[in-house]
């Protein structure tokens, strides 16, 4: 079921988006027929996730758009919002869904806490 106010012209940009919840989001999105762009820091990931989203899309493969991205570096997000802007036209829908939660707790080694603010928040 789509949204009425979004058209199939509409952008969705979903991070953490090569598994779990964020592919599955991504692929409603497709199925809904919007334009989707996935983000995430496994590039295998995101080839394999592009050619499921590529099946269901309306217009296929030209309605996928993926980038290695780490949400944790503000480069490389800036990076994301310019390419999708210049290959879609702008986001309509942002799904900031990456998280990470290391093996240990987050309040143990200060690298786990910075790893886990970086990415989640």
Known sequence: ???PALSSSAV???TGGTS???LAAATRFARSGLRVCIADT???GLADAAAKLASVAADGADSVMTMVTDVSRRDDVVRLEAAVRDRFGGTDVLMNNAGVQPDT???GPPANWELVMG???
């Open 1 to 3: 079921m789509s949204h």
């Open 12 to 14: 969705a940009v979903i």
């Open 20 to 22: 779990g919840i964020g």
């Open 42 to 44: 496994n590039a295998a």
């Open 105 to 107: 707790e987050m309040f």
């Open 119 to 121: 990415v989640n928040l």
